[in-house]
């Protein structure tokens, strides 16, 4: 005995096919994207965004183009102070991100539920945290400049401050969401805090830890360049120098300096990324 398939509602004698259901969207589908238009559209007046006047200044970036190019390659006018200033640049990224990260771990390791029981504890770092990771780097930079003068040692206190916020969070909840299986087994057993920490968790999390070390130092290399723009040292400095002295062709050789180095950094983030994994 054959079998056929199961006869539809159309397929019976004296039954009318269904239609095919039409999906409409719901009225709250309808209320979210009537809601986004509207912001978009108050954002768009209270930005005064326009495009026709984008293209109707096309005269302006005519000129600055044709001020800017072909760029100064000048050695000791403006190459090497430039070469001199990236290096600047590199050094602020880099002690902003490596001294950072005792203050980061210690604030992760209290602001993560996997390791600090204690609410008021585990609430009082993440309140911390936000605030550091809420505050701009340029205005840390701005109140260390007032501290410290103008020089590079402000943007490497900026960075500090800021990176230990962002790194303090990335690295507590990477440890939330580790395996609760040895920190447990380790606690079972008597272990204290500061082991369960030291021998279940952060071997977890290395991997995840590096990962987001080296994203954070590839970041920090470009903000100590913005630093620089308010008086924190490094090329930024020189960019802004050139561009109130209208030295657009200095400045689009500073630039082409930062071009350069913000692509090595990140192709060595990415090998050291590679080789972790």
Do not use: C
Request: proline share 7%.
């Amino acid at each position: 005995m054959t079998t056929g398939p199961a006869p539809t509602s159309g397929d019976v004698p004296g039954t009318r096919p269904i239609p095919p259901r039409r999906l409409t969207p719901s009225a709250f589908v309808i209320a979210v994207i009537t809601a986004l238009a509207a912001l978009h559209a108050l954002a768009w007046r209270g930005t005064d965004f326009s495009p026709i006047a984008l293209v109707q200044g096309w005269q302006g970036m005519a000129d600055f183009a044709g001020e800017a190019l072909p760029p100064d390659l000048s050695w000791n006018d403006v190459l090497r102070p430039g070469i001199e200033a990236a290096l600047v640049t590199l050094y602020i990224g880099l002690l902003g991100t490596t001294f950072s990260v005792p203050f980061a771990l210690v604030l992760a390791v209290l602001g993560a539920r996997t390791t600090t029981p204690n609410p008021w504890v585990y609430q009082a770092s993440r309140s911390l945290l936000s605030f550091l990771r809420a505050v701009p780097d340029v205005v840390f930079a701005l109140i260390f400049i007032t501290a410290v003068g103008l020089g590079p040692f402000a943007g490497v206190l900026a960075l500090i401050f800021h990176n230990t916020g962002v790194m303090g969070k990335l690295w507590s909840e990477a440890m939330e969401e580790t395996d609760l299986g040895p920190r447990d087994a380790l606690r079972t057993n008597g272990a204290t805090g500061l082991q369960v920490v030291a021998h279940a968790v952060l071997p977890a999390v290395v991997p995840q830890f590096v990962g987001l070390l080296l994203y954070r130092f590839d970041v920090n290399v470009r903000s100590s360049l913005v630093l620089g723009l308010v008086g924190a040292g490094g090329i930024g400095f020189l960019i802004n120098q050139a561009i109130k002295l209208f030295r657009f062709d200095q400045m689009l050789t500073h630039i082409m300096i930062v071009l350069v180095l913000v692509v090595a950094v990140d192709l060595l983030s990415a090998r050291i990324r590679r080789m972790i994994r």
